[in-house]
């Protein structure tokens, strides 16, 4: 056995949007999140998980997981036992969100994987586990596809970094705690990210905090919940940005989206 589905289910929140589980889960946890989340990292700090992310907790780990500006919340839950060697084979960080770009594609393997659990086949628990391994093998390319498109050799330190800072635009990032992460000077750190990337690190920051507020403000959250979850400082600084950027303030861009709809 190198993974067994032991549940599926939506868990869903009402009013108090805040949870934790101090001792972890006895398995696998595995959170699909269709929302903004906050969660904490294998460090236990508090780290931003985008919409269309997953969140992979080995057992026994402690987690919690906190929803601001909405009144509820689902999302879709795994819990599931596996062999380490297993788990370890696909490189693929845990308690660390991670950003999935084929969208449609995984939550189609989702679905049929949900399909298989109401299935009256003998062979139901079989293709559920088969369905499982696809999907966590379907995340390992997710993350290793940014390895692709960058030539950037597996597990280097900038592109972890990168990852990481695309998946917690809340986290008030500056130059220096970026090259600390990756142990460099300021200087080396911004040759070599340039040098890879084509965009300085903070010129890169600057555009995934625009694309991400895009989204955002597209799939209708507040402007008060960008601010939160881009780190903004306050509403002038971010107007300001946005419309140097796109043309128009945010207030108008959002406008504009409800006319549309």
Known sequence: ??????????????????????QGY???YFDYFKEC??????????????????????PGTPMY????????????CILFDAEMKFMN??????????????????????????????????????EQDAYLKLILMFIHDEIHEYEH???????????????TVMNSLA???????????VNMSVSTFQRQYKKNYGKTP????????????????????????VLNSCCFKSFQHFSRFFKARSGMTPSEFKAKQNIRK
């Open 202 to 225: 903070i010129a890169d920051l600057y555009d995934m905090r625009f694309k991400k507020s895009k989204e955002l403000l597209e799939n209708g959250y507040s402007i008060p919940w």
């Open 171 to 181: 986290t008030p990032w500056t130059i220096h705690s970026m090259a600390q992460r």
């Open 1 to 22: 056995m190198e993974v067994q589905k032991f549940a599926y289910f939506y868990f869903k929140l009402e009013h108090e949007l805040n949870t934790s589980y101090p």
């Open 89 to 126: 084979s696909l490189d693929i960080p845990f308690m660390t969100p991670i950003k999935i770009i084929h969208v449609s594609e995984f939550e189609r393997l989702l679905f049929e994987m949900q399909e298989r659990q109401l299935s009256s086949s003998r062979f139901s628990q079989d």
């Open 37 to 58: 989340a906050h969660v904490c990292d294998s460090s236990g700090k508090d780290v931003t998980a985008d919409i269309d992310t997953v969140y992979i907790v080995p």
């Open 65 to 76: 997981f906190k929803y601001h500006g909405i009144e509820s919340f689902i999302h879709t």
């Open 26 to 28: 006895e398995r696998w």
């Open 149 to 163: 498109l960058y030539y950037i050799k597996r597990g280097d330190d900038l592109q972890s970094l990168r990852n």
